[in-house]
């Protein structure tokens, strides 16, 4: 079992930036890749991002290539997301998850088996 927890949203203006934290306990964090994906009103859940269990490996969403960073610090049980350049599209809740692969930095939402309870970013134009 994993527990995520989600901080660090809120409201920002538009070309501001944000980061996310994500905490996780309950077991090994470094077994899991890890991902970052969204929620917005109305959609489905989407992919943004993930990186494998040593940070080698990450993936990133065309929307957010350039803008959005991933990283983790293991010895923190920690993995982020830095984002820049916000834009009123990247309003969502923001959902981090767990793999149950270790080297996949996969966009596939059926690779992760667990999620925090999200955090809401506002962007407002």
């Known amino acids: 079992q994993v527990q995520l927890v989600e901080s660090g949203g809120r409201l920002v203006q538009a070309g501001g930036s944000l980061r996310l934290s994500c905490a996780a306990s309950?077991?090994?964090?470094?077994?899991?890749?890890m991902g970052w994906f969204r929620q917005a009103p109305g959609k489905e859940r989407e992919f943004v991002t993930a990186?494998?269990?040593?940070?080698?490996?990450?993936n990133y969403a065309d929307s957010v290539k350039g803008r959005f960073t991933i990283s983790r610090d293991n010895a923190k049980n920690t993995v982020y997301l830095q984002m820049t350049s916000l834009k009123p599209e990247d309003t969502a809740v923001y959902y981090c998850?767990?793999?149950?692969?270790?080297?996949?930095?996969?966009?596939?939402?059926?690779?992760?088996?667990?999620w925090g309870q999200g955090t809401q970013v506002t962007v407002s134009s």
């Open positions: 998850a767990a793999s149950q692969y270790k080297y996949s930095s996969s966009s596939r939402i059926s690779s992760y088996t667990y």
């Open positions: 309950g077991s090994t964090f470094s077994s899991h890749a």
């Open positions: 990186i494998s269990w040593s940070g080698d490996n990450t």
